[in-house]
């Protein structure tokens, strides 16, 4: 059995269903259920036993100590965060008060609890904690990829936030020996991804032939990792990592902001032809405040030492992407609230079109 901490959001929701469909045994699912967690998301789990979900707060630590000492994990993946920059930007205590002392307060009662277990058990298990490629600040075009030994520079409240928290993890490993591994991983697309962030976003906006809000002139660079891709790297971090490593997981598919717009209207335009050309709807917005240029992955340590790299080709997950949301309308519509609304006219109406 596994604790899984934010198991109800995109990613989180997206490993507790890969989790259940290839290694078969039980989850804990501890999640808030904010904004972005939705138990739609697990709605195929719903009569399956082997996953319990319980509602809670990784800063309430007597709820993670009574969970820690009734199921006895042998693993905790954590995975709950605050993890939308344009957010961060508008309410970054939120920020600090999940990713960095909710980050904390998990330690804390793992720590507590790992120092209680019996051998083997202790020498078993594993707190792998997944993290984001944004610390390592921005890259100018021709730097080379960040690697695991890339010195951390965050830009934004939450890179800061996350980076605080990748090394929180770190010290309780050098200091407690608390046996942790952290994975730091680029952009994920895929089902299930709540739609403030950008792919999502512009599906849902096209659909509604809604403008397609491009930031700045629309070259900032990233690498797309498809979110199964993710699951995948996670669990072998998981089962072949080892012990107070660093592994960074990436797609191999740097796009800029601008491609990878232009490619789901291409797409949108094979589907919803009627609507054709959806392009006719970019519109260039000013920038976000300290919006890094480029970030870029160097994925060799998980490959050469895991025997991990992404599977699934940005071309073909990007139509599987569009695919699933237009195949899931009432997903969309169920999780894009009155509050979602009010969160867009936040971010997006004071930019204007440039």
């Not at 707190?127 to 890259?139: I, P, R």
């Not at 890094?292 to 050469?304: H, L, P, Q, T, V």
Request: glycine content about 8%.
């Amino acid at each position: 059995m596994i604790l899984v901490t934010g198991g109800a959001g995109f990613i989180g929701a997206n490993f507790v269903l890969d989790w259940i469909a290839t290694v078969g045994t039980p989850i804990i699912n501890l999640d808030k259920l904010t904004y972005a967690g939705n138990l739609g998301n697990l709605t195929n789990l719903r009569s399956d036993t082997r996953h319990i979900f319980v509602k809670g707060d990784i800063n309430d630590r007597a709820l993670v100590a009574r969970l820690l000492k009734q199921h006895q994990p042998g693993a905790i993946v954590h995975l709950a965060a605050e993890s939308h920059v344009d957010r961060s930007i508008h309410a970054p205590a939120e920020f600090v008060q999940t990713n960095v002392t909710g980050t904390f307060c998990l330690l804390e009662e793992t720590r507590a609890y790992w120092e209680s277990l019996a051998e083997p058990a202790k020498n078993r298990f594993r707190f792998l904690h997944v993290s984001t490629d944004e610390v390592y600040g921005s890259l100018l075009p021709t730097d080379p990829a960040f690697t695991e030994a890339t010195p951390y520079a965050p830009n934004s409240p939450y890179a800061a936030s996350k980076a605080a928290s990748d090394h929180l993890v770190r010290s309780y490993y050098h200091t407690y020996g608390l046996p942790t591994i952290t994975t730091n991983c680029s952009n994920n697309y895929g089902p299930l991804q709540f739609p403030e962030k950008l792919i999502p976003l512009m599906i849902r906006n096209a659909c509604q032939q809604k403008q397609l809000p491009v930031y700045g002139d629309g070259l900032q660079v990233r690498d797309w990792l498809h979110v199964v891709d993710h699951c995948a790297g996670i669990r072998a971090a998981l089962q072949k990592g080892r012990i107070g490593e660093t592994y960074n997981i990436g797609g191999n598919s740097e796009k800029t902001n601008l491609q990878v717009v232009n490619a789901l209207c291409a797409i949108l335009d094979t589907k919803l032809p009627g609507r054709a050309p959806h392009s006719r709807l970019i519109t260039y917005v000013k920038d976000r405040p300290g919006h890094d240029r480029r970030y870029a992955i160097n994925a060799m340590k998980i490959k050469n030492e895991l025997g991990w790299e992404p599977a699934e080709k940005f071309e073909t997950g990007l139509l599987k992407t569009v695919e699933w949301y237009l195949a899931n309308e009432a997903w969309v519509e169920n999780v894009t609230s009155g509050a979602y609304r009010n969160w867009v006219e936040t971010n997006y109406a004071n930019r204007g079109a440039m």
